[in-house]
């Protein structure tokens, strides 16, 4: 059985926060039940890409705050925090999204992630492998501080998707490159979490982000916190929130096929707020499954690819021509260039090239790219 705690927050104040996850830890057994003192100890927040606070993007610094505070009541002092984002150099993004601040108030250093190692894993099932940031291999414990949103490739982003800023700078990008079909994708994360066996999962939820996440959705207060170390099992239940299937996230199947952990409803304890009261059923996300397009051989034919699966679209009237898209691209042979439209220039894609990893909707600073799904792909394939 695993555990997961809900606790309602319904305001980023710093005392609510703190006293929620001092609640939620309290049904878990209490901090040191996860971390010791003499260790060092890891925070991982989201540190996508420099965005508002408000913005629901990035892990809020009053959760980083509260849980810095425990840990620091549990006399666990030998802390560092970071992330490798996805646009912007962790010192960077971490100062503009408000957690440089709360990390210099207690004395906190910024961790390595600029650079770091290969790791060997050899109990990989899709990756033997993993280009790991330096403070990731130097901890004995990683918390992961995930944050509640969508996610144009996986359906929703939060406690195994974290994970994939413990790889540093530029492999992040490659990854997608070598594993281009979503559940493949998806499995290599769950790799990637068993690799590094973080002790424990919270995800803020206060404000989340629906719709085009996981850059350039909207805010939408959803009240609460997630606390597990089962982090398949805390976004089944984020899932469950959301009024979406768990079995339409693959790196939530994946986590449950590979023994990461569980998303079935009768083997998770809920503890702790009742769900029930804090299902937000209007929630905007892609309530379908993700398809294996690789095993759909009509939408192999050039042809009938574009009619049937789903891609990123630029809209022209937000693009601002920045070439975030186009440097985000993973592929060494871009699937997207530059078009001449009269006297003004859009990005244009190959879709016969593009492998749908979304890394250019996620990376747009003006929320120009959406990702569509054609209507005969809604009739034959997206069920």
């Known amino acids: 059985m695993s555990t997961v705690v809900i606790v309602k927050c319904t305001s980023y104040d710093g005392e609510q926060v703190y006293e929620a996850l001092k609640r939620g830890m309290a049904q878990l057994g209490g901090i040191t039940r996860f971390v010791s003192p003499e260790?060092?100890?890891?925070?991982?927040?989201?540190?996508?890409?420099?965005?508002?606070?408000?913005?629901?993007?990035?892990?809020?610094?009053?959760?980083?705050?509260?849980?810095?505070?425990?840990?620091?009541?549990?006399q666990c002092t030998k802390l560092t925090y970071g992330d490798s984002p996805?646009?912007?150099?962790?010192?960077?993004?971490?100062?503009?999204?408000?957690?440089?601040?709360?990390?210099?108030a207690h004395g906190i250093p910024q961790g390595v992630f600029d650079r770091g190692q290969t790791v060997a894993y050899p109990g990989g099932e899709v990756t033997k492998r993993f280009e790991l940031a330096q403070s990731v291999i130097e901890t004995d414990a990683l918390i992961s501080l995930c944050k509640m949103k969508t996610h144009g490739l996986t359906r929703i982003t939060g406690a195994v998707k974290n994970q994939l800023g413990c790889v540093y700078g530029f492999n992040k990008g490659a990854s997608h490159a070598r594993f281009p079909n979503s559940l493949q994708f998806s499995r290599m994360l769950v790799d990637l979490n068993q690799c590094i066996a973080p002790r424990l999962f919270i995800m803020d939820g206060i404000t989340a982000m629906e719709g085009n996440g996981p850059a350039s959705g909207t805010p939408v207060?959803?009240?609460?916190?997630?606390?597990?170390?089962?982090?398949?099992?805390?976004?089944?239940?984020?899932?469950?929130?959301?009024?979406?299937?768990?079995?339409?996230?693959?790196?939530?199947?994946?986590?449950?096929?590979?023994?990461?952990?569980?998303?079935?409803?009768?083997?998770?304890?809920?503890?702790?707020?009742?769900?029930g009261d804090l299902i937000n059923d209007n929630f905007s996300v892609e309530r379908i499954p993700v398809k294996d397009e690789s095993t759909i051989s009509l939408s192999n034919l050039?042809?009938?690819?574009?009619?049937?699966?789903?891609?990123?679209?630029?809209?022209?009237?937000?693009c601002v021509q920045c070439g975030i898209c186009i440097a985000s691209c993973p592929l060494e042979e871009k699937a997207l260039h530059w078009q001449e439209v009269g006297s003004d220039r859009y990005p244009k894609y190959d879709y016969h090239r593009c492998i749908r990893c979304y890394c250019c909707q996620e990376m747009c600073p003006k929320k120009?790219?959406?990702?569509?799904?054609?209507?005969?792909?809604?009739?034959?394939?997206?069920r």
Request: net charge negative; proline share 6%; glycine share 8%.
């Open 86 to 104: 996805g646009l912007g150099a962790p010192e960077k993004v971490a100062s503009e999204v408000g957690l440089a601040a709360v990390a210099e």
């Open 302 to 318: 050039k042809f009938f690819k574009n009619w049937l699966t789903r891609k990123p679209v630029v809209i022209r009237e937000r």
């Open 221 to 275: 207060k959803m009240n609460c916190l997630l606390i597990s170390d089962d982090p398949v099992a805390l976004d089944a239940t984020f899932a469950r929130l959301v009024d979406l299937d768990p079995s339409f996230v693959p790196t939530i199947t994946a986590g449950e096929e590979m023994g990461l952990g569980t998303y079935l409803q009768d083997e998770i304890t809920l503890l702790g707020d009742p769900l």
């Open 39 to 74: 260790e060092k100890i890891l925070l991982k927040p989201n540190m996508l890409r420099s965005k508002k606070i408000e913005s629901g993007c990035t892990t809020h610094p009053a959760v980083f705050e509260g849980v810095i505070r425990l840990l620091e009541e549990a």
């Open 368 to 382: 120009a790219i959406v990702v569509k799904t054609p209507l005969l792909g809604r009739i034959f394939i997206y």
